[in-house]
């Protein structure tokens, strides 16, 4: 079967099964504080687990996009290195929300495996949870009970705490798992061992590995470390696509498989090197170093390709913040691989995007409609790292040339650190080229000040949540499109630390405030009865909730309160976002349909929208997206909001759907004339409310990624007040005159005319200088000396002893000190033979004698200046360049 048969035939089973079969969440997280990628096919559902959502239908079922790159799941380091990890991987999975439990995700994982993939039972090897004394847990007799229906006593397995017992996180809901393991070596290879499969199940054996993985979600971890009952069982299973793939095809590799080898191919083809695998290595293929460095290399491009790829398709950018900065680490070690063992100068990855379209794109495709925004960022961002590489190896070269000058062999860490922390230079590079050039390097110290900037990190970001109180049963109702003020009661708090700042988080029953989502700011205000006024200064998005951010707890969390949104800023802020929408059309419009929205931020004063274009915006075109979102806003056309609705019925109504977004089987249709989106956030009651719309800039944000900034409403107001104020104080200065944009141009003209008599005045005084100074020449054992201080504009200098150079025979040496608003500057020049024959270098001469004038400077081997402070130190100095040239 190939990677593509499997995948339907996974989705035709559980749909057999009555599951609903629901697309892949964006693996870019956008709207939860605790996650930056997907990293199992649980995250998606997290809200319903928690019990914050309706979990219907209980049955569902998917092929899932994951990224594990950080935090506790994270496998980059291992990427390439071995025959099955990866950063970016699929994982097919079906859930049951209060439906099913233990025994039919047993007997519905074994059908699959046995009577539809009709892998051998003999080898397969279960695993159960073995309990734990010190959590009160027993071993789950349960789920051994269920296995027994299916493999003999041998293959069950007992497993610890750490590989049988999953945990979302710190806290949250967990419970004891099953794993499926396949052993899946050669006779010859089970002959030779002589050990049972059994025996390497969990020992990191790379033929002998886990493929599925059954979650019985029954508790919640409480901060405390305690376990409590879920009100809800919950079944998640995970099986990793590319190891069943794997099985199905008969390989030893992930590779292998047709997942990767298209990708591999297109490697070979390109790079003009050959991939070994498994089964040729097996075979007795070539396996040198070099061939092991080529094989490694081509794996982390194949599965780096995947990750960065999927993450921009769903909108994350490479960047130096967060999510942006994971992929930009991905994409880059990559490239750093594909330079340093596959002998790519140039930018490489980008290059294989298209045979990944070709093999994914059907299934995923956000990977077509995406592809030249991809390939267009994939460029600039190698383009830019090679850049990177360049000055890093050139910054390396001269560390070494200082080591051979002191005669040391070792780079010290903390080198190498600056390097890697600066430059994004690795390690392994660093000691690959020190390794070819003599040298080691003191990987203890480089060690010690990775740890100490982990430290730096993890102490900024240190987050510490208590469990949340519970004060009433019930689920949040959002009512803040309809109000702005409403009677609440607490349902939980909790408080958190950050950077030794404390503060509460409030869940409340009903709110009218906003929570921050999809670019938009959270709303401010108050909690307020007839005892106390609690400021809410913040409200984020967490589980599908809103969550109130206060400095203190009300005296009485139990009372009864008025939740009042600060209506100023919420209408700002509603303003600027039905303002996005406006400005999203028009700009499809003017542009052409290929614009898509790639980010927004929306608040009370501002508006950012990013937007995919692969060139700048004209200021003509501008013009007309301003004309065509202000003409919207003079017909003040009402909302027209449709909630619930069908996903599919509301893109029948035109709705415009986001590539990484997502989105539930119903959605709210945000539409304002012509303008119709799925939105989920404020607007404004009617476009008239936004007053008047002005862009204050368009910009690039990266390869293929336009960005404009803008104002609206109030903000406009101030913003031309601020523009009058200072046209009337330039039209002050000169004298209110009527036509100011004459006598600008006039003044213009005029300096222009200035300037080119003083240019020539003072290539006249050059002239004159250099006239004078050839009569002051000396000739010193041959050579053609010149030395002066002369008062003279730094530019004037640099003409001058270039003027001279050119006048002058050769041997030649002339030092100037010039004096300049009591400035000083030490200028050296020579002829090339000196630098040839006689080995001086000015940049040398002219940092050592700028001592004597209190500064420092550099320069090519003919040519250097230095400033300095100490101007009665330029005759010494003038003199200290003659005494090093040693003529």
């Known amino acids: ?144 009970g269920y296995w027994r229906k299916h493999v003999p006593e041998d293959h069950i397995i007992n497993g610890n705490k750490h590989d049988n017992f999953w945990e979302m996180g710190d806290t949250g809901p967990c419970g004891p798992c099953s794993e499926i393991h396949v052993d899946s070596r050669t006779p010859e290879q089970r002959a030779q061992s002589g050990i049972s499969g059994r025996d390497l199940v969990n020992k ?183 850049r990177t590489l360049d000055k890093g190896i050139s910054l390396l070269d001269k560390a070494m040339e200082q080591l051979r000058a002191g005669q040391q062999t070792e780079l010290d860490g903390v080198q190498a650190f600056r390097l890697f922390d600066t430059y994004g230079f690795p390690l392994d590079l660093t000691e690959l080229i020190c390794r070819e050039n003599g040298f080691t390097v003191n990987e203890a110290q480089f060690n010690v000040e990775m740890q100490k900037q982990k430290e730096r990190a993890r102490n900024a970001a240190q987050v510490e949540n208590s469990d949340w109180t519970e004060l009433a049963a019930g689920e949040q109702q959002f009512v803040g499109y309809d109000y702005t003020e409403y009677s609440c009661h607490i349902l939980r708090y909790r408080k958190v630390t950050q950077k030794k700042a404390e503060f509460y988080e409030l869940v409340l029953d009903f709110t009218p405030f906003y929570g921050e989502m999809g670019g938009q700011v959270g709303d401010q205000g108050v909690l307020v009865n007839e005892n106390e006024t609690i400021d809410i200064i913040d409200t984020k998005r967490e589980n599908n909730q809103s969550v109130h951010i206060v400095k203190q707890l009300p005296k009485d969390p139990t009372a009864e309160f008025m939740a009042c949104v600060d209506t100023d800023k919420r209408d700002a802020s509603a303003a600027n976002h039905t303002a996005t929408h406006l400005l999203d059309y028009a700009l499809k419009q003017v542009l052409g349909d290929h614009v898509e929205q790639k980010g927004s931020y929306v608040c009370p004063d501002t508006l950012r929208f990013d937007f995919s274009h692969f060139q700048k915006v004209t200021d003509e075109e501008l013009r007309q997206v301003e004309r065509m979102v202000n003409d919207l806003i003079r017909q003040n056309i009402p909302l027209d909001e449709h909630r619930d609705t069908p996903f599919e019925e509301a893109k029948k109504m035109g709705a415009i759907a986001l590539f990484g977004e997502k989105y539930g089987d119903k959605v709210r249709v945000v539409r304002f004339g012509p303008s119709c989106e799925f939105c989920g956030g404020i607007h404004a009651s009617a476009t008239g409310r936004i007053g008047f719309f002005k862009i204050l800039s368009e910009s690039s944000v990266a390869a293929g990624i336009r960005r404009i900034e803008a104002k609206t409403g109030r903000e406009c107001e101030d913003l031309m007040y601020v523009m009058e104020d200072h046209l009337k104080a330039v039209k002050a200065f000169f004298n209110n005159a009527k036509d100011l944009e004459g006598v600008i141009r006039s003044y213009i003209e005029e300096h222009n005319t200035m300037k080119k008599e003083i240019e020539q005045f003072q290539a006249q005084a050059v002239e004159r200088t250099k006239e004078y100074l050839m009569t ?112």
């Open 204 to 386: 990191d054996d790379p033929q002998v590995i886990e493929i599925w993985n059954l979650v019985f979600m029954q508790y919640n971890r409480k901060a405390d470390g305690s376990l409590e009952k879920l009100s809800m069982n919950v079944i998640d299973t995970g099986m990793g696509f590319e190891r069943l793939v794997r099985m199905m095809q008969g390989k030893h590799s992930n590779y292998d498989t047709d997942v990767f080898q298209p990708i591999i191919k297109a490697e070979e083809q390109i790079t003009g090197l050959k991939y070994t695998t498994f089964e040729e290595e097996a075979a007795g293929a070539a396996t040198s170093k070099a061939q092991e460095n080529t094989n490694v290399a081509m794996r982390v491009c194949a599965d780096h390709l995947r990750a960065v790829a999927f993450s921009i398709a769903d909108g994350q950018l490479p960047s130096n913040a967060k999510a942006g900065y994971v992929i930009r680490r991905i994409l880059r070690r990559a490239v750093r691989y594909a330079y340093t063992f596959l002998g790519q100068k140039e930018a490489f990855l980008y290059k294989l995007l298209p045979t990944l379209v070709e093999e994914m794109g059907d299934a995923f495709p956000e990977l077509k409609a995406q592809q030249q925004l991809i390939g267009k960022v994939m460029k600039e961002e190698e383009d830019a790292f090679l």
């Open 776 to 887: 002051e020449i000396q000739t010193v054992n041959g050579v053609n000396v010149l030395t002066k201080v002369i008062n003279m504009p730094p530019n004037s200098v640099k003409d001058l002893v270039f003027q001279l150079r050119a006048a002058v025979a050769a041997p030649f040496l002339c030092a100037i000190g010039s004096l300049y608003q009591e400035k000083p500057m030490l200028s050296v020049m020579m002829s090339d033979d000196l630098v040839k024959d006689h080995g001086l270098n000015a940049g040398q001469m002219v940092r050592e004698a700028a001592k004597l004038i209190q500064g420092g400077g550099g320069g090519q081997p003919h040519y250097a200046q230095a400033g300095g402070k100490n101007a009665d130190g330029l005759p010494a100095a003038v003199n200290k360049v003659v005494e090093l040239a040693k003529l």
């Open 1 to 144: 079967m190939t990677a593509k048969e499997i995948r339907d035939s996974f989705k035709k089973f559980f749909e057999s099964k009555q599951h609903a079969i629901v697309p892949s969440a964006p693996m870019v997280i956008k709207d939860d504080p605790t996650l930056m990628f997907t990293n199992a096919g649980m995250n998606q559902w997290k809200d319903i687990i928690l019990g914050t959502r309706d979990p219907e239908p209980r049955r569902r079922a998917d092929t899932q996009k994951c990224l594990r790159v950080s935090g506790k799941h994270n496998d980059l380091e291992e990427v390439g290195h071995d025959t099955y990890h990866h950063t970016m991987f699929e994982m097919l999975g079906n859930w049951s929300f209060g439906d099913y439990f233990k025994e039919g995700a047993i007997d519905m994982a074994w059908e699959y495996l046995v009577d539809v993939l009709k892998l051998n039972p003999e080898d397969l090897y279960v695993t159960v949870f073995e309990g734990d004394p010190a959590e009160g847990l027993e071993r789950d007799d349960e789920a051994a």
